[in-house]
């Protein structure tokens, strides 16, 4: 019930392409989705969060769908650049904070010049 | 925005030798923090749970023992690992939050342990 399952484990694209990244959940109490970004060598970055009253919300190139009934979400990439190759990991927890995130296994994205 | 700070950012010990590794809120008071290890290209792994002025909980399979955590402050965890043997050599990493806020969570920038 703990479990969020990421897909893909990797995934490569050219610049400009729209990567996509899919999580599912299976606790109905997560109410807080966050992604986070990581480069080699660093901490996660948080790049965007959504609460499950919207089904979508955007950020500069980053935008999150979610679909609630199917408790999936996903994360797409608009107009990527090599700059956004690195490690994406969704998360999910209940509440903004105090109790602990479950994570993904992680994507690793490579964008091609 | 929350700044969580991790030092040191990489160090080398010997075998049978103990590290320290400090995380510090730099500009929110944080009523929580998680400790991670995260093995190369895999996920986070949540080693143990610390609120300030509380005993720390561990997840299953970590040994309190030989990962001790402090969190005696609203802005300073610590990880010290005991008796390091190779074994225990990854990247650990911090994250803070404040509870019953929107400060989300907020990470640190990790820590590359090697252990020779």
């Known amino acids: 019930q703990q479990q969020v399952k990421q897909s893909p484990q990797s995934l490569i694209v050219q610049k400009g392409g729209i990567p996509i990244i899919n999580c599912a959940y299976e606790n109905t109490a997560f109410d807080y989705f966050p992604w986070y970004q990581q480069f080699p060598g660093k901490g996660p970055a948080l790049l965007i969060a959504?609460?499950?009253?919207?089904s979508e919300k955007k950020e500069g190139r980053f935008t999150i769908s979610f679909n609630k009934s199917a408790k999936q979400f996903s994360l797409h990439i608009m107009d990527s650049q090599p700059g956004d190759s690195a490690t994406y990991f969704c998360?999910?927890?209940?509440?903004?904070?105090?109790?602990?995130?479950?994570f993904g296994e992680g994507t690793q994205l490579t964008v091609n010049p | 925005g929350a700044v969580v700070s991790q030092h040191p950012s990489w160090v080398i010990c010997k075998s049978g030798t103990s590290v320290k590794i400090e995380c510090r809120s730099l500009?929110?008071?944080?009523?929580?923090m998680f400790w991670y290890r995260q093995f190369p290209k895999q996920s986070l792994m949540l080693m143990a749970t610390?609120?300030?002025?509380?005993?720390?909980?561990?997840e299953q399979g970590v040994e309190k023992d030989k990962f001790l955590i402090n969190h005696a402050s609203l802005t300073l965890s610590t990880l010290t690992v005991t008796s390091a043997h190779p074994e225990d050599s990854s990247f650990y990493i911090c994250?803070?939050?404040?509870?019953?806020?929107?400060?989300?969570?907020?990470f640190g920038s990790g820590t590359r342990l090697t252990v020779v």
């Open positions: 959504i609460r499950p009253d919207v």
């Open positions: 998360a999910a927890s209940i509440g903004t904070s105090g109790s602990r995130l479950t």
């Open positions: 610390s609120n300030e002025g509380s005993k720390a909980t561990y």
């Open positions: 500009d929110f008071q944080a009523t929580t």
């Open positions: 994250s803070a939050t404040r509870a019953q806020s929107n400060y989300g969570y907020t």
